[in-house]
């Protein structure tokens, strides 16, 4: 009888270190890990094919950037308090970066970061300028043949209306005055500074910086490394040809 109740008080003790080593794994990955080393991210859109795919998964490095803390204890709805952890660099041109959507702070985009604090961005018949500098562009895409321009207006008026606070010079361009920004002209805007403006490789379809405005540097969660896996949903098959591919 004795030997039988040691074996069980053995057998719990056993489990009892699992079930600790395992909230402990929990607790490194949900509290540690995932906010400020690694993090899986989804595509769940075309704004930036072709660099990106629906259906693509992506490795996000966070300690480049700073990885920011959970909003809330995982499977609960208990908040908790949030800072962003300092980075090793700063978002640079060019950089595709996860950052947190700016209308709900649970869900997150990828975009392409095109313009830095100080930066003038401008965007005429769809090339997009820097500092006055045409920028190439190698990665971009472009659905739509038709520009954009002045009257020729598809989105709903006051969708650009935030930009106006922004320019980089006053004259027609000015409140009140015959600003006009369309998805395929618009600016030239300054940068602020802890601001990032950011566009979708697929320029004619995403929904980016153009309508909501700049990113705040907080917001910015990591950077992009690898494509781990990608699944073809129409076809209903991997795209092995992109698993391990470098994000660039």
């Not at 490795?59 to 803390?69: H, I």
Request: with cysteine.
């Amino acid at each position: 009888m004795n030997n039988n109740l040691s074996e069980n008080i053995n057998k719990t003790a056993v489990l009892l270190e699992w079930v600790k080593s395992i909230a402990l794994a929990f607790a490194l990955v949900f509290l540690l890990l995932r906010p400020f080393v690694v993090q899986a991210y989804h595509v769940p859109t075309g704004s930036m094919e072709t660099t990106l795919r629906i259906g693509d998964y992506l490795l996000v490095n966070k300690l480049v950037f700073g990885g920011t803390s959970p909003r809330d204890l995982p499977f609960t709805e208990l908040e908790l308090p949030g800072f962003h952890m300092p980075g090793l660099y700063h978002p640079d041109r060019g950089d595709i970066v996860v950052f947190e959507d700016p209308f709900d702070r649970s869900e997150d985009y990828v975009k392409r970061c095109v313009a830095v604090p100080g930066d003038t961005v401008e965007m005429r018949d769809k090339v997009l300028y820097i500092n006055q500098v045409p920028q190439t562009e190698p990665y971009v895409r472009h659905e739509d043949p038709q520009l954009r321009r002045n009257g020729n207006r598809s989105y709903g008026v006051g969708t650009f209306a935030w930009q106006s606070d922004y320019l980089a010079r006053d004259g027609s361009g000015g409140p009140g005055g015959g600003y006009l920004p369309t998805r395929d002209n618009f600016g030239p805007l300054v940068v602020p500074g802890g601001k990032y403006f950011c566009l979708g490789d697929n320029r004619d379809v995403s929904f980016d910086s153009r309508f909501w405005g700049f990113v705040d540097r907080e917001a910015i969660k990591g950077k992009p490394m690898i494509i781990t896996f990608s699944w073809d949903k129409d076809r209903r098959l991997p795209r092995l040809e992109r698993v391990g591919r470098v994000i660039q």
